[in-house]
């Protein structure tokens, strides 16, 4: 029999609606039945591609025996992270400060106000390596609530307060200059593997954002350091077993610092984000390897990952079935020896073995390896049949909800990957998933724009966006305003921004993860540093400093301005982890520039302007195309042909250069 989560839009919570647990969504009906019963609510956290909340879930969650003990004497709340990051972010701070350590599946327990008491990640079913057991843990917690209820309540009161009353100092006034960006790049340096590229030791994570900073600091200084850091960590994880060597697409992260072997799952917003960097890093050197990544990441993206209603979905599984009828971690994706000789033979499996480094102890689990490139280049034809017998294999699962903020990435992506190399069907793709977000997760009304987080088969969640929705997708807007030339995505990011100015913004620039009119939770979710994505605080820097570079508007240019002094505060101190924050101040020192190429619509002389504007490696450059004088744009106004032909106006910080007609000038004036 299903339980209540069997209408619920986020494909973990389906995951769990045949459950012997009588779960409850994040609802107030679930509180008021604790109330009533006089029972503690258990809150279980995770996602759909969560290795461990399989687990967890298998071992546990669906076990009569236990289930019948969790409906007795508790209440208990399943919630999709990806689904309510607000409430992931809130519990996961308690839990990490109660414990020193956090990740999911995050196993919260709290009183019928939401005060968290007893905290813990995954419990196994029997005790082992120090652990209780799932069912210790529940006989435990009732013991105390039942036994000791002044106690309890005291540590909810306690750990509450403490959440509270925590602040978080923003930086003062001011926006980072040379010193702190300066600052930050000796940091990096510290904590760069000049030998693995990347940054720290294992496990090892995509450092996309970092990426851009450097790239951007190396277009404004020309710091060869900077782009050497980045080249390098590009090379190594398109060689290593983090990146798919026969489908595309990027790991989640890479358990040594070799980058050799990942944790399987595939989330969008990392193929999205490094997508884009490799497009950038490609234009900043021509490399082919970049370009090759970049296009085969967009492909990736748009083959596995697009769903029927034109957005992207979240993930895939970590997991999948094998052959022999059980489900391993990496199982679509590992080799042995003998599976490349059943499909290619002896003498091409051995050179197949060589080239991919599969050993016969193997680099995984059970004598299997991942495949990754330490040397030489791929071989079309060994990579294709092995492609070939591997779509034969149990696919790993897909978490079908479309996050807006993870969307909006993604079309940012997509447009100027298509825009770089010449993918019409690229920026198309892009273009279709910012209509699905217009369309279905948008909602105008008298009071602005409000976004839903996500949907599901055509269908909005009951999820409010939080800050990193409005500015990813706005940045999506505005990268796909400068690719399309369509002023109407320029527009939209302006309503989604002025609703982070007037909704999620505090006294001197700080903002919040959640909108002054959420649900409230025991505190108040604001976190500045950019982790697996961009914060919601860095992108909105980013997205409205582009805006008013685009508008001439001041408050979004002060809004901008306002939330970097986080960034002044945090980039020389932690700079691995306020990475985008630290390119969108790149693009502050850098003016941003502002370009207008103007010219009759279809006019090969205006789309090779346009094209080399898109090219700019300047930090945070817009680009508006369009007729002369048009009103498409801002930036078009008054921008006349110059002696009857296309040309190209770049302003920077409040002066503008004369117009120019030709290409090789105008990439002068965006490389200085």
């Known amino acids: 029999m299903a339980n209540r989560l ?110 968290p008491f007893y905290f813990g990640t995954y419990f196994p079913p029997e005790p082992r390596h120090g652990m209780p057991s799932f069912r210790q843990v529940l006989e435990g917690v009732r013991e105390a609530w039942t036994g000791r209820p002044e106690e309890v309540a005291e540590v909810a009161r306690k750990i509450t307060g403490d959440l509270a009353s925590r ?94 072997v990942p944790h399987f799952e595939k989330m969008l917003y990392d193929n999205a984000l490094l997508c884009r960097v490799y497009a950038h890093l490609w234009r900043a050197t021509g490399s082919d390897l970049a370009r090759r990544i970049a296009l085969e990441t967009a492909d990736f993206m748009v083959n596995e990952l697009r769903t029927a209603e034109g957005g992207f979905a979240s993930a895939l599984d970590a997991d999948s079935d094998t052959a022999d009828g059980g489900h391993a971690e990496g199982a679509f994706y590992v080799w042995t020896p003998g599976q490349l000789r059943e499909v290619l033979g002896e003498q091409d499996a051995a050179r197949a073995a060589e080239l991919y480094g599969v050993t016969e102890e193997g680099t995984f689990e059970e004598g299997a390896s991942v495949l990754w490139l330490p040397a030489g280049e791929p071989d079309a034809e060994l990579r294709a049949r092995l492609l070939a017998a591997r779509e034969a294999r149990p696919r790993p699962g897909r978490d079908d909800k479309v996050v807006a903020a993870w969307n909006g990435l993604a079309i940012a992506a997509l447009a100027e990957t298509g825009a770089y190399f010449d993918r019409p069907d690229l920026v198309e793709r892009a273009t279709e998933a910012a209509d699905l977000l217009v369309r279905l997760h948008m909602d105008f009304g008298s009071g602005g724009v409000r976004l839903h987080r996500t949907s599901k088969d055509g269908r909005a969640g009951t999820g409010a966006g939080v800050l990193e929705d409005y500015a990813d997708v706005a940045e999506g807007f505005l990268a796909l305003a400068a690719v399309g030339g369509e002023g109407v995505w320029l527009e939209f990011a302006g309503f989604l921004l002025d609703m982070v100015i007037d909704r999620f913004t505090g006294e001197g620039g700080q903002l919040y993860d959640t909108a002054h009119d959420a649900e409230r939770l025991i505190r108040r979710p604001q976190d500045p540093t950019d982790n697996a994505v961009p914060s919601g605080w860095s992108a909105a820097a980013g997205a409205l400093l582009s805006y008013a570079a685009h508008t001439g508007s001041e408050v979004h240019r002060g809004a901008a301005e306002g939330a970097l002094g986080v960034v002044k505060a945090l980039g020389p101190r932690a700079p691995r982890f306020i990475g985008w924050g630290l390119a969108v101040a790149e693009a502050l020192l850098d003016g941003p520039r502002e370009v207008a190429v103007v010219g009759p619509r279809g006019d090969a002389r205006r789309g090779e302007l346009h094209h080399r504007a898109l090219l700019a490696t300047a930090p945070g450059a817009v680009v508006a195309v369009g007729e002369p004088d048009g009103d498409e744009f801002p930036l078009l106004a008054s921008r006349p042909l110059v002696d009857g032909n296309p040309a190209a106006y770049v302003c920077r910080a409040f002066v503008c250069e004369a117009p120019t007609t030709d290409e090789a000038e105008l990439a002068r004036k965006l490389t200085n």
Request: a negative charge.
């Open 167 to 260: 602040s978080l100092a923003h930086g003062g006034q001011g926006v980072p200059g040379e010193d702190e960006l300066a600052q930050a790049l000796l940091g990096l340096a510290r904590d760069y593997d000049e030998k693995h590229g990347g940054f720290g030791g294992a496990p090892k994570f995509p450092p996309s954002m970092v990426m851009e900073f450097l790239l951007r600091h190396h277009a404004r200084t020309g710091a060869e350091g900077a782009l050497e850091m980045a080249v390098r960590t590009g090379e190594a994880m398109a060689r290593g077993g983090i990146w798919d060597q026969l489908g595309g697409g990027f790991a989640r992260y890479a358990v040594d610092r070799e980058w050799v």
């Open 6 to 115: 069997a209408q619920a839009t986020s494909p973990y919570l389906l995951q769990h609606a045949e459950n012997p647990v009588d779960w409850w969504p994040w609802e107030p009906a679930a509180f008021e039945e604790a109330r009533r019963r006089g029972v503690p609510v258990f809150l279980s956290v995770g996602y759909s591609s969560c290795h461990w909340c399989h687990v967890l879930a298998h071992e546990s969650f669906e076990d009569a025996e236990t289930a019948a003990y969790m409906n007795e004497h508790f209440v208990s709340i399943k919630v999709d992270r990806e689904e309510r990051p607000d409430v992931d972010a809130v519990y996961m701070e308690a839990v990490q400060a109660a414990t020193g350590q956090g990740g999911w599946p995050m196993s919260v327990w709290m009183t019928a106000e939401g005060e």
